[in-house]
């Protein structure tokens, strides 16, 4: 049976060393945000670091039907989040077929 889809999920660790304070991190955060939603197609989470005003930890999800569409996708996500946050951003992607994820 050929792979139905596939799915990435990036995890997405930001550092704001110009960011002064937990307001000036969430009006960054949010953008960037927005960013990844509107802009990038990817649906959003953040998932760490809520209280401290100098780090994030994200979690973006994409799907797609073709493989090779679906890394380019996260490619240009992470140029996108290099090009914002160029010394303070780390991504890891994990890409699965939906037919590996149903066999788990």
């Known amino acids: 049976m050929s792979p139905s889809g596939f799915v990435a999920v990036l995890v997405i660790d930001l550092h704001f060393a110009d960011t002064g304070s937990l307001k000036g991190?969430?009006?960054?955060?949010?953008?960037?945000?927005a960013g990844l939603r509107g802009r990038l197609g990817a649906t959003v989470a953040e998932i760490d670091h809520?209280?401290?005003w100098q780090r994030a930890t994200l979690t973006a999800a994409l799907t797609g039907g073709s493989l090779g569409r679906l890394n380019s996708?996260?490619?240009?996500?992470?140029?996108w989040l290099e090009a914002r946050v160029p010394d303070?951003?780390?991504?890891q992607r994990i890409v699965a077929s939906v037919d590996e994820l149903a066999e788990r």
């Not at 991190?25 to 945000?33: P, Q």
């Not at 303070?88 to 991504?91: F, I, M, S």
Request: glycine residues 4%; proline residues 0%; hydrophobic residues 35%.
């Open 73 to 79: 996708a996260a490619d240009n996500i992470e140029r």
């Open 88 to 91: 303070g951003v780390r991504v």
């Open 25 to 33: 991190k969430r009006k960054e955060l949010s953008s960037i945000k």
């Open 50 to 52: 809520h209280d401290l």
